[in-house]
C-alpha cells in the first residue's frame, strides 16, 4: 500500500496560481501512475490529471486543459499540479492518487491522500 499526502491548497483569487504537492511513501513511487482529481460539495468526483510512471505521458480533464501542468519527480517521491488562471469553479478539494492500472477514473485509483482545500475567490 502506498501513502499519499497533498500539500499547497489554499485561497487564492480568480486569475492567481496555486501548486499542489503530493508526497509519496511505502512502494516504489517510479513504478506508480499518478493522478489528481477534484470533488466539489455536492458534485461527484472529476479526473483532473494523470502522469505515468515516467512523466513522458499525461492526461488532462477538459475543463483544465491549457491551463494546470501534471509533473513528477521520481526522485522526490513526488507529484505536482502547477494550477494557472484559476477561476472560482476550480473551487474543489483536490486528491492525489496512485494506481498501478490504467484508467482516468476514480475507480481505477487504488491509493488516495486525504485532499487539500482549494478555494478560489471572485
Known amino acids: 500500500q502506498v501513502q499519499l499526502v497533498e500539500s499547497g491548497g489554499g485561497l487564492v483569487q480568480a486569475g492567481g496560481s496555486l501548486r499542489l504537492s503530493c508526497a509519496a511513501s511505502?512502494?516504489?513511487?517510479?513504478?506508480?501512475?499518478m493522478g489528481w482529481f477534484r470533488q466539489a460539495p455536492g458534485k461527484e468526483r472529476e479526473f483532473v490529471a494523470r502522469?505515468?510512471?515516467?512523466?513522458?505521458?499525461?492526461w488532462y480533464g477538459d475543463s483544465v486543459k491549457g491551463r494546470f501542468t501534471i509533473s513528477r519527480d521520481n526522485a522526490k517521491n513526488t507529484v505536482y499540479l502547477q494550477m494557472n488562471s484559476l477561476k472560482p469553479e476550480d473551487t474543489a478539494v483536490y486528491y492525489c492518487?496512485?494506481?498501478?492500472?490504467?484508467?482516468?477514473?476514480?475507480?481505477?485509483?487504488?491509493?488516495w491522500g486525504q485532499g487539500t482545500q482549494v478555494t478560489v475567490s471572485s
Open positions: 492518487a496512485a494506481t498501478t492500472t490504467w484508467g482516468l477514473t476514480p475507480v481505477d485509483f487504488g491509493s
Open positions: 511505502g512502494l516504489t513511487f517510479s513504478t506508480l501512475r
Open positions: 502522469i505515468d510512471w515516467s512523466g513522458g505521458n499525461k
